[in-house]
C-alpha cells in the first residue's frame, strides 16, 4: 500500500559505522509497525530491527548495543544507526512496513508486514 525508500548501503571496515534510511508513506495513521530485516547469500531473512506504533524497540540478540533504530515521524523516515560492524553484518538490508489495521506490536515474522523497499546492500570487510 505504501511505499519505501532506502538509502545508505556501503563498504566499511570492520568496526566502521553506517546509517540506513527508509523513508515512509502515512497512510490511514499507518504504518502500524516499520522494522529492518537483512539476508546475506544462502541465508535467510533475518529480522534486526522493529519500532512498534506505541515507540517499543526491539533488536535482534547479535546486533544488542551495535545497532539503534529511531524514527522520526516528522521526516517519515526510520533510521538503523549501524556501529562497530562485523563481517558477519554483511547483507542486503530491507526496510519492510505493515500499514494493515490490528495489533501495532512488533514482530520478527515476514508474514507481519506487508510493505518491503528494495534492500540496500551493506558490506563489511576484514
Known amino acids: 500500500q505504501g511505499q519505501l525508500e532506502e538509502s545508505g548501503g556501503g563498504s566499511v571496515q570492520a568496526g566502521g559505522s553506517l546509517r540506513l534510511s527508509c523513508e515512509f508513506s502515512v497512510i490511514n495513521s499507518g504504518p502500524n509497525k516499520l522494522a529492518w530485516f537483512r539476508q546475506a547469500p544462502g541465508n535467510e531473512r533475518e529480522g534486526v530491527a522493529c519500532?512498534?506504533?506505541?515507540?517499543?524497540?526491539e533488536y535482534r540478540n547479535s546486533v544488542k548495543g551495535r545497532f539503534t533504530a529511531f524514527k522520526d515521524s516528522a521526516q517519515k523516515t526510520l533510521y538503523l544507526e549501524m556501529n562497530d560492524l562485523k563481517p558477519e553484518d554483511s547483507a542486503r538490508y530491507y526496510c519492510a512496513a505493515d500499514y494493515r489495521p490490528g495489533w501495532f506490536g512488533c514482530s520478527f515474522s515476514l508474514t507481519s508486514f506487508d510493505t518491503w523497499g528494495q534492500g540496500t546492500q551493506v558490506t563489511v570487510s576484514s
Open positions: 519500532v512498534s506504533k506505541m515507540g517499543t524497540i
